[in-house]
C-alpha cells in the first residue's frame, strides 16, 4: 500500500478510534484498510467542504494554492487568520463523520 497523505488537519484529527471500532468486527485486513481509506477520505472531503465554506472566494483560491503545494504552514496561517475556532470546528466536523461512520457499521453488525 502506498503511503497515505499528511493533511494539515493531521495534528489535530486521529481516526484512530473509528480504526479500534473496526477492530471489533470480523472484517479481513483487507477490507478493514479499506474501509479506512473510505473513512480517511469521507474525513478529507468533509473538513475541506467545511474550510472552504468559511472562506471568501479570494482566500479560498489561496487555501487550494496551499493545500495543492501541501503548504501547511500557509494554511493554518491562512485559517488562524481568517476562520474564528477553526481548530475547534475541525474537530466537530471530524467527530460528526467518525459517529456516522461508527452507527453505520453497528448497522452493519446488527444486520
Do not use: C
Not at 493533511?7 to 483487507?30: G, Q
Not at 496551499?66 to 476562520?83: F, K, P, Q, R, Y
Amino acid at each position: 500500500m502506498g503511503k497515505k497523505p499528511n493533511h494539515f488537519y493531521h495534528s489535530i484529527v486521529s481516526m484512530e478510534s473509528l480504526r479500534v471500532r473496526l477492530d471489533l468486527f470480523e472484517f479481513s485486513t483487507e477490507e478493514r484498510e479499506k474501509l479506512m481509506e473510505v473513512a480517511e477520505r469521507t474525513l478529507h472531503h468533509s473538513i475541506l467542504d467545511l474550510v472552504l465554506s468559511e472562506l471568501n472566494d479570494s482566500d479560498r483560491k489561496l487555501f487550494l494554492a496551499h493545500h495543492a503545494s501541501e503548504n501547511h504552514d500557509e494554511i493554518w496561517s491562512l485559517l488562524t487568520g481568517n476562520v474564528k475556532n477553526i481548530e475547534k470546528k475541525i474537530k466537530v466536523a471530524a467527530e460528526a463523520v467518525a459517529q456516522k461512520l461508527h452507527t453505520d457499521l453497528r448497522k452493519i453488525k446488527k444486520g
